[in-house]
């Protein structure tokens, strides 16, 4: 079994940075990607960014291109979101989920975190 927990979640001033960070507890990363996603209030849950590591492919929903990067640092076991430009619309609750093929669809990912709350105030 697969627990995924996300950190680095809080409150942040529009044209912030933050860095959340999902680390697999249990065993390593199930398959080979990790995905980010989000889910605003009175929102569905919405693609981020997806990593696929064995094949070096990243994508990133069109919202948050050449704002948010995804990364895996190795060391520590993590796959990484960092948020830069923050604006108020990137409110919401970030999900990071765990799947074999770094899909932009969510039911594609057999493993999810909890979620870390990110608040972005004008």
């Known amino acids: 079994q697969v627990q995924l927990v996300e950190s680095g979640g809080g409150l942040v001033q529009v044209g912030g940075s933050l860095r959340l960070s999902c680390a697999a507890s249990?065993?390593?990363?199930?398959?080979?990607?990790v995905g980010w996603f989000r889910q605003a209030p009175g929102k569905g849950r919405e693609f981020v960014a997806a990593?696929?590591?064995?094949?070096?492919?990243?994508t990133y929903a069109d919202s948050v291109k050449g704002r948010f990067t995804i990364s895996r640092d190795n060391a520590k076991n993590t796959v990484d979101l960092q948020m830069n430009s923050l604006k108020p619309e990137d409110t919401a609750v970030y999900y990071c989920?765990?799947?074999?093929?770094?899909?932009?669809?969510?039911?594609?990912?057999?493993?999810w975190g909890q979620g870390t709350q990110v608040t972005v105030s004008s």
């Open positions: 990593l696929r590591w064995d094949i070096n492919y990243t």
């Open positions: 249990g065993r390593t990363f199930s398959g080979n990607a």
């Open positions: 989920a765990t799947g074999p093929r770094g899909s932009v669809v969510g039911r594609e990912y057999a493993y």
